[in-house]
């Protein structure tokens, strides 16, 4: 209203007050919305070409702001609402939809998308039940978004589809709005052109659009990030929600196009991701793990993409960001037909033409392309826990039998005749290319993981072991028919006794021993309790196991459920077969475990405990000794039992027999190398390699203190860079309360390299060690008062005695540090360090000496030790691992002090052949491989970690599953 018409009006000058008086009276906003629309009609009409007259559209803009405000004032004021209802009964959005569709303005049509969207929002006058406004705006938004209309920015294209969205949840809380926005066609003239049609037409749907524009509206966004693809998949699962309640609509889906556009969608996404693959790291972002290792960044490749690369991570994000809303859409989908429908295209399109060719396709000598469908595989298993996704992709990939089987239904005959009418379009649809799919039962995920572990690739050796631990870890089940070799176990004659097992547990701990440590091992031995009782507890197989049986009558739990034929059944109990190919080649890469890489050692001690974290998976025969094979002495430390009782019959009697088996199951069994799994013999034969080369490498437990310092220093600062570092990398190295970070600066200086200076975590290594320095040497003042002491005087850490093959039972107790006096080190050979007498540039001066000392040894390559050929050294008397009933004596440190050698667990036995059949040819020639001293530093402390966790795995499993024999 200008100046004139507020003179003549004898309206006020101020507008402040006469806006607030306008808008509470609800005459004065009527005749005020009547106004604007009718100068809205008019610049339309008199406008013959909007997309040319920008005066025009300038001005329709204007109006359709104005008409909006008011709309949406209005709509929080008390009643009376007469703009609301003068739109309604004059049916304003008519012309406003056609205006916007004729414009090809983004601007027009922004505001007209706003003023629908202000009308839904009103909820009044039943606008989203009115058949001429779902009409109109189902023209305008399936006109703005066509292929011939303009393309709309982001913020209006947002706008546009959460409108959609916006209908679909009002659907959703009332579903007797679905029929003013879905209206299938009547069958009589729909089936004449159906008949026309060939079949790749009607797989495609083609003839359907119509009935449902606002649905296929929504699939077109499905893809899209941030909130429009949001909104897009929130909006559709919401109207599949809405299938269960309208039979014509569900029949609708499964005669759709909706399986098919989902499927080849997935397809498509998949198809972008790289063929090639490398797994690496940022030099910024290096895990500690691999910083202090030999660990070398891999040579850029043509069409070799990095996996932190971001472009790559986008992709798979993207991907699989896809398939979880497969799993969505499953899990909103209560009809089982459409639930079928989904599931079998994703089978044939996405299953059989596009994820097992290229996992039969993959090679590990092409530049990375089983790195890379390995890769794949695994994110999709972790990413998708949906039970119908999981057994058809893994039910597929393994070859299981098909089961043939009724699916119920309980939507009449006719949306199961629709499924079937799809089901042979697909089939058509397929036969029609002329490719024959390949069967997995010529060549399987099996065989493919069996190849890729004998691999000479470590890469593929690490991704392919991160497969089976996710296989194992979430899906059980699938891997005891098909990857494992397994054998029921019946009765209780199977079990281990308790003198076996407490044998086995220290056996276990006194391997951990050996390899010695200042830290507190009885706190970190607890924390590995902790964390291995987590992981017992929280496995699939576990929850029947574990979960409390409150009633006599409802300790048996519900069935996975399972829509698709030919699920395993659920797990029982088994042990696993010595001769398992799987077990020895995994086995077989332990052997070498000081010249893998620390990321391959971290994913194969993992596999190797998902092997052993089931429940139901006992651990006699392949882990532990088998029972059958204990062997007992004649002579018993156990008192004599009384005389029986005469009378058999007698209770008397019974608890004499009762006792007499009590004390049978404690007798430690005799401990014979040639009943003991292969897999205890290899971890004895590591720990032996590592007192090898405590013996042939000078400063050797120095240098392990100083690495395991340095770990504990990267792990206290690893929380303040996690919330830079990207989330759920492919490339994520294993961490098990173990990570590692080491200096890499000795292996670059003894490959002579030229690369620019060290940045993020291998920088950060680096200081680390010059902030550690020696511990015996420090430049502190605690380090001058040791300097001054004799060689023979300074206290140094020295790890737990070697556990005796024979009888690893005498080592009992806790597991607690003990320090001893040992020979030390010194530089140069000298006998006794000078005298310092507050030189401190001498002090600095040979600080430095000896950290350059230091990265030398760290610096130098060594093989494997031939422990087999090692001549025996005398052996030390035990010290028992129990620090508060140690009784050292003087005889004992005198040895120690003397300089003698220090004991071998290979003394006085010698461990025997493994069978050729049992090992597989992995093509490793470990006598010609090298490492550095600081790669096998790493690699100790990661046999530690493992072997602490392997003796937790033991002690927590036979009081969670009640596993040992105590009669």
């Known amino acids: 209203m200008d100046f004139w018409s507020r003179l003549l009006a004898h309206t006020p000058l101020s507008t402040a007050s006469s806006r607030k008086d306008f808008a509470k009276d609800p005459a004065r906003r009527l005749h005020r919305f009547e106004k604007e629309y009718s100068h809205l009609l008019q610049t339309w009409r008199n406008s013959s070409n909007l997309a040319n007259d920008h005066e025009a559209a300038e001005q329709i803009e204007i109006r359709l702001q104005e008409l909006t405000s008011l709309l949406s004032d209005e709509s929080r004021r008390p009643l009376p609402h007469p703009c609301i209802a003068f739109s309604a009964a004059k049916q304003v959005y008519i012309p406003v939809a056609k205006i916007a569709t004729s414009s090809f303005s983004e601007w027009i049509i922004k505001e007209a998308v706003l003023f629908f969207a202000t009308l839904i929002e009103s909820e009044e006058e039943a606008f989203v039940e009115n058949d001429s406004f779902s009409a109109s705006l189902t023209n305008l938004l399936v006109r703005i978004t066509g292929a011939n209309s303009i393309r709309l920015g982001a913020d209006t294209e947002a706008r546009v589809v959460e409108l959609a969205f916006n209908i679909t949840t009002k659907i959703r809380l009332d579903p007797d709005i679905l029929s003013a926005w879905f209206k299938s066609q009547p069958d009589g003239p729909q089936e004449g052109k159906q008949l026309q049609l060939d079949s790749r037409e009607r797989f495609t749907g083609r003839t359907q659009k119509q009935d449902f524009p606002l649905f296929y509206l929504l699939i077109d966004y499905i ?47 998949y198809s972008q991701l790289s063929r090639k693959l490398v797994i690496d790291h940022p030099s910024s972002d290096l895990p500690p793990v691999l910083a202090l290792s030999d660990y070398q960044h891999p040579k850029s490749q043509y069409e070799v993409v990095t996996s932190c690369s971001p472009e790559f991570q986008s992709h798979l ?26 599931l079998e295209h994703f089978q044939v399109i996405f299953l059989q033409q596009l994820l097992y060719p290229s ?100 890469q593929t050796i690490y991704v392919t072991l991160q497969l089976v631990s996710v296989i194992l870890k979430r899906h059980h089940r699938y891997a005891v028919i098909t990857l494992l070799y397994t054998e029921s176990v019946l009765g209780m004659s199977s079990y281990r006794t308790t003198g076996a097992h407490q044998q086995e547990v220290e056996y276990l701990m006194s391997l951990a021993g050996t390899i010695g440590g200042q830290d507190n091992f009885d706190d970190i031995y607890e924390n590995v309790l902790k964390d291995t009782l987590v992981r017992l507890e929280n ?62 050692n971290l994913a194969l001690t993992e596999v190797i405990f998902d092997l052993a974290v089931c429940g139901f998976m006992h651990l006699e025969g392949w882990f532990l000794r088998n029972p059958h094979t204990y062997v007992y002495d004649e002579d018993s430390d156990e008192p004599p039992l009384p005389e029986p009782p005469l009378d058999p019959e007698s209770p008397e009697y019974e608890e004499y027999k009762q006792t007499q088996r009590m004390q049978q199951c404690r007798k430690r069994p005799k401990w014979t190398p040639s009943n003991a799994p292969r897999l205890l013999r290899t971890l004895q034969t590591l720990c032996d390699e590592v007192a090898a080369f405590r013996e042939t490498v000078p400063r050797f437990d120095d240098l392990l203190q100083q690495r395991r310092e340095a770990f504990q220093i990267a792990d206290s600062a690893a929380p303040a860079a996690t919330s830079m570092r990207p989330k759920n990398p492919p490339n994520a190295t294993p961490s098990r309360s173990r990570t590692p970070a080491v200096d890499r600066a000795a292996a670059e200086e003894r490959r002579n390299v030229s690369r620019e200076p060290p940045s993020g975590l291998e920088g950060f290594a680096q200081r680390i060690l010059s902030e550690l320095g020696t511990p015996s040497r420090s430049g502190s003042p605690r380090g001058r008062k040791e300097l001054n002491r004799s060689s023979t005087d300074r206290p140094s850490p020295v790890p737990f005695p070697l556990p005796d093959r024979d009888s690893p039972s005498e080592f009992k107790g806790p597991l607690r540090p003990t320090a001893v006096i040992a020979r030390s080190y010194s530089p140069g050979g000298m006998a006794n360090p000078p005298s310092w007498d507050g030189r401190g540039d001498a002090v600095a001066n040979q600080a430095k000496a000896f950290e350059a000392i230091d990265q030398s040894i760290l610096a130098r390559q060594v ?67 090298t490492v550095s001293v600081s790669h096998v530093l790493t690699n100790t402390i990661v046999l530690q970690s493992f072997l602490f966790e392997l003796a937790s795995l033991v002690q927590v499993r036979a009081g969670l599953f009640d596993e040992v024999r105590f009669t």
Request: with cysteine.
């Open 359 to 458: 996992l039969l396709e993959s090679s590990d000598i092409d530049g990375g392309s089983s790195v890379a469908v390995l890769t794949y595989l695994r994110r999709i298993l972790e990413s998708v826990d949906h039970p119908d996704m999981i057994n058809l992709i893994l039910h597929y990939l393994l070859a299981l039998p098909d089961i043939v089987a009724s699916v119920p239904s309980n939507s009449g005959d006719v949306i199961s005749a629709a499924r079937k009418r799809k089901s042979m379009d697909l089939a058509t649809m397929m036969a029609s290319k002329g490719d024959e799919a390949a069967d997995p039962l010529l060549f399987n995920l099996v065989d493919l993981v069996l190849a890729c572990l004998r691999s000479q690739s470590q």
């Open 863 to 929: 093989g494997l030790p031939d422990v087999g050929a090692r001549q025996p050294t005398p052996r030390v008397a035990p010290i028992p691992l129990n620090f508060a009933k140690a009784e050292s004596t003087a005889t004992g440190i005198d040895d120690i002090n003397s300089g003698s050698e220090r004991p071998s667990a290979s003394d006085d036995i010698e461990s025997p052949p493994v069978p050729e059949d049992s090992k597989t040819d992995v093509s490793v020639s470990a006598e010609e491989q």
């Open 317 to 342: 994000d993207t991907f699989l960001s896809h398939l979880l809303f497969w799993q969505d859409v499953l899990n909103h989908c209560r009809s089982v037909e459409v639930k079928s429908t989904l």
């Open 223 to 269: 893809h899209h990030d941030g909130k429009v693809g949001d909104f897009a998949r929130t909006g559709l699962l919401y109207i599949i929600e809405a299938a269960s309640t309208s039979v014509a609509l569900e029949q609708w889906i499964v005669e759709s196009d909706l399986s098919t556009l989902m499927a080849t969608g997935l397809g498509a996404l």
């Open 539 to 600: 496995h699939p197989c576990s929850i029947k196991l574990v979960t409390p049986k409150t009633s006599t009558h409802n300790h048996k739990l519900p069935a996975i459920p399972n829509a698709l034929p030919g699920a395993p059944r659920d797990v029982r109990s088994h042990t696993l077969n010595p001769d398992d190919p799987l077990l020895n080649i995994i086995v077989d890469r332990l052997e070498t475990f000081f010249l893998n890489p620390v990321d391959t």
